[in-house]
């Protein structure tokens, strides 16, 4: 079974961990035979598989159902589950959906957002439901950042961000995901906190990786996103394909410079890795 204590000694270790979503227990089973011993049922279901054109219309009662048949696949996973869009917006909600949650046999719970989660993470972990944060491109926010766009990308917005990855960590979080943010941030919060950090879009100096199954299989369609590998057009089959992910992200080959984003705010010390800047209002094509 693997825990989060495995998790934090990888990061100590600096073993490099691979994760992927999972959506049933077909493709869990998979994955867990393929040596991912994290997964999550992400929110991101509403597009990789219902069909969607963003997470908002997924329910608590599509979270359990999938939570419960990943679980099935898979049973001595690490498994985290997103509360879905509003289903955390007061304490008390957090409370029932993360029971829930718990009940059908997530291990952690993740929900997005900044310190303004700080009280409802430590009212969940003292009632015993861990918790994972996402900073970065959080999809629920679709709406409030008019698009899929790359954050913390200037000094504002990185400051931000590390304030409110180290609000959450004293509030009581065990895991943060960190999504489509520049890789030198993301290595700096990586360095910064205690707790494992898995980017997606986030360079290759975070703890560990995350990607939505889909992509990883190159079935996204147009819509798949610029940091994102197709691994089954090397593998050749679903399970060598899953393999060859998790080797390299064990042995840094992925991601590489062409899946990282880059800073383009003013030349800080925290950042003065940035090079190469781009487009501010860069959009990216996300299954997430
Ligand atoms: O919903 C999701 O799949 C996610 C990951 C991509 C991090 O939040």
Redesign the pocket.
């Known amino acids: 079974m693997t825990t989060i204590f495995h998790l934090r000694q990888w990061k100590q270790k600096k073993h490099k961990f691979a994760s992927i979503?999972a959506y049933d227990a077909a493709f869990s089973r998979l994955f867990d035979e393929q040596g991912i011993q994290v997964m999550?049922v992400?929110?991101?279901?509403g597009m990789?598989t219902q069909g969607r054109n963003s997470?908002l219309p997924v329910t608590m009662q599509d979270m359990v159902y999938h939570t419960l048949c990943v679980r099935r696949g898979a049973p001595s996973c690490l498994l985290l589950t997103?509360l879905p869009f509003m289903s955390y917006a007061t304490p008390s909600q957090a409370f029932d959906n993360a029971a829930a949650l718990m009940r059908a046999g997530a291990n952690m719970v993740?929900l997005?957002g900044g310190a303004w989660l700080a009280d409802t993470v430590s009212a969940l972990i003292e009632r015993g439901v861990p918790v994972c944060g996402?900073l970065g491109l959080t999809?629920q926010s679709v709406n409030i950042f008019g698009g899929y766009k790359i954050q913390g990308r200037n000094a504002v917005g990185a400051d931000q961000l590390l304030t409110d990855a180290k609000v959450l960590e004293q509030a009581g979080i065990q895991l943060l995901?960190l999504?489509c943010v520049p890789a030198t941030l993301a290595g700096l919060v990586t360095h910064e906190l205690n707790i494992p950090v898995?980017g997606?879009g986030a360079g290759a100096m975070t703890d560990g990786q995350?990607?939505?199954m889909q992509d990883v299989l190159g079935i996204t369609g147009n819509s798949a996103p610029s940091f994102a590998k197709d691994f089954l057009a090397a593998g050749g089959d679903i399970a060598t394909a899953v393999r060859l992910y998790v080797q390299e992200v064990e042995t840094g080959q992925f991601p590489a410079s062409e899946h990282s984003f880059n800073y383009e705010g003013d030349s800080r010390a925290d950042y003065q890795n940035a090079t190469n800047a781009t487009s501010e209002d860069q959009t990216v094509a996300s299954?997430?």
């Not at 992400?42 to 279901?45: N, R, V, Y």
């Open positions: 979503t999550l992400g929110d991101s279901l990789s997470t997103d993740k997005e996402h999809p995901v999504e898995i997606i995350i990607l939505v299954g997430t």
